[in-house]
Nanobody, 110 residues
Framework: VQLVESGGGLVQAGGSLRLSCAVSGSDISINPMNWWRQPPGKERELVGFVTSRGIINIVNSLKGRFTISRDSAKNTVYLQMDSLKPEDTGVYLC?????WGQGTQVTVSS
């Protein structure tokens, strides 16, 4: 199973980014997909997930700004991030079962 994140970068506070997680070797329509992030100097934390049935759950602190979607035809999961804040800075990773991507860096400037 290979997960490849993309879409990170530098954005000003208040801006938006859409991250992608392209998956090979695993069907996202039958497996739960998770997004995590790791702020600099801090522990990895869950952002949210989409279940195999397509149910989306975002952690409470990020609801209203972040959302997850998936495209089964492309076997890709997305993380849409709006109204970004400097504290959203970190490495964002996708994860399913025992597999992790390498992460993509998001930096939000004030």
């Amino acid at each position: 199973v290979q997960l490849v994140e993309s879409g990170g970068g530098l954005v000003q506070a208040g801006g938006s980014l859409r991250l992608s997680c392209a998956v090979s070797g695993s069907d996202i329509s039958i497996n739960p997909m998770n997004w995590w992030r790791q702020p600099p100097g801090k522990e990895r934390e869950l952002v949210g997930f989409v279940t195999s049935r397509g149910i989306i759950n975002i952690v409470n602190s990020l609801k209203g700004r972040f959302t997850i979607s998936r495209d089964s035809a492309k076997n890709t999961v997305y993380l849409q991030m709006d109204s970004l804040k400097p504290e959203d800075t970190g490495v964002y990773l996708c994860h399913t079962r025992a597999s992790w991507g390498q992460g993509t860096q998001v930096t939000v400037s004030s």
